[in-house]
């Protein structure tokens, strides 16, 4: 018999993820902290549950996909949390972004009464969530990777099993660290293109496919040239994988010297009120910094 997949945490990736779900036939129950987030899905053919344990009780499988590390920690361990469930045998599923340590505390939490837990946190944005094809980096053990890989595959199209608890948050963060250092990179490159008189667009063509490529090049450096700030991932958010990535960084007694710059510049640009802008506005805090703009 199929397992009963619960989904915990329906926001702007949550929603796409879960109907993903259903679409693959899954039999799904959800739970969100505001109710009327959950009418849609109902709608689907979902049910809803009253609180995370009530849903961790009728499910085998439990997916949160919250906030932050202190959002994870109530929803599961919390009062009325999936802890107070979750049956021997059942596992856990995390797909938010949060820190590694927490994760394996929480796992080792879970193993206290027999329940499994994987940390899958993912990319690709809340498109790649609607569409499922979100890149999912995944740390537990294996057996237990086996088993979640239908509902992995129902949400993603690149699942990397790629360690033991916490090494699927830690594999996140390293890309959160290509991803900023890589837009600081197109930022510096494009006001230096306007300091020399060049056509931004026509230097981006050059450019892009070559050496210099990347996914926020292309995708990222075209919105900028544009002045078009809406987000595909919020300073915000970038914000709070970054204090992750130098927490870690702290931990391990690593320098990053790039992305340190980075959390700072962005810091910047919460107090201006613009955290709410798209994580490629990075390039407004360079251009306060150069006195002009670039396009
Ligand atoms: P979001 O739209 O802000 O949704 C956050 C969800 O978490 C909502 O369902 C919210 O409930 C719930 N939540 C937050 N704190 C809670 C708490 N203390 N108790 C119960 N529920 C709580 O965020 P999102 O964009 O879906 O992101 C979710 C996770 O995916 C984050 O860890 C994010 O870093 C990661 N992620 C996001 C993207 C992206 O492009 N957006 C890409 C990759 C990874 P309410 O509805 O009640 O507020």
Avoid at 51 to 71: M, W
Avoid at 247 to 270: I, K, M, S
Wanted: glycine residues 14%; charged residues 20%.
């Amino acid at each position: 018999m199929a397992e009963q997949i619960g989904f915990i945490g329906l926001g702007i990736m949550g929603q796409g993820m879960a109907r993903n779900l259903l679409r693959a036939g899954f039999d799904l129950v959800v739970w969100n902290r505001t109710r009327s987030k959950m009418d849609a899905l109902v709608s689907e053919g979902a049910s809803a549950a009253g609180s995370p344990a009530e849903l961790a009780r009728a499910c085998d499988i439990v997916i949160t996909c919250v906030s932050d590390t202190p959002d994870v920690e109530a929803v599961v361990l919390g009062e009325n949390g999936a802890i107070h469930g979750l049956r021997e045998g059942s596992l856990l599923i995390d797909m938010s972004t949060i820190s590694p340590k927490v994760t394996r505390e929480i796992a080792a939490r879970l193993a206290e009464r027999g329940v499994y837990m994987l940390d899958a946190p993912v990319s690709g944005g809340s498109e790649g969530a609607a569409r499922g094809t979100l890149s999912i980096m995944v740390g537990g053990e294996a057996d237990q990777v086996s088993r979640a890989m239908p509902v992995l595959e129902a949400m993603g199209k690149t699942i990397t099993h790629v360690g033991g608890h916490g090494a699927g948050q830690t594999v996140k963060l390293v890309n959160q660290i290509l991803v900023v250092v890589n837009m600081l990179a197109v930022g510096e490159g494009l006001l230096f293109a306007q300091a020399g008189g060049l056509d931004l667009q026509k230097t981006l063509d050059a450019v892009t496919q070559g050496a210099a490529g990347s996914w926020m090049l292309s995708n990222r450096g075209p919105q900028v040239i544009a002045r078009d700030w809406r987000p595909g991932f919020t300073i915000d958010l970038q914000q709070k994988d970054l204090r992750l990535v130098l927490e870690a960084a702290d931990e391990n007694g690593v320098p990053l010297l790039g992305t340190a710059l980075v959390f700072q510049l962005y810091r910047t640009l919460q107090q201006a009120g613009l955290g709410s802008e798209g994580n490629h506005a990075l390039v407004k805090a360079l251009e306060r910094l150069a006195g002009f703009t670039a396009g």
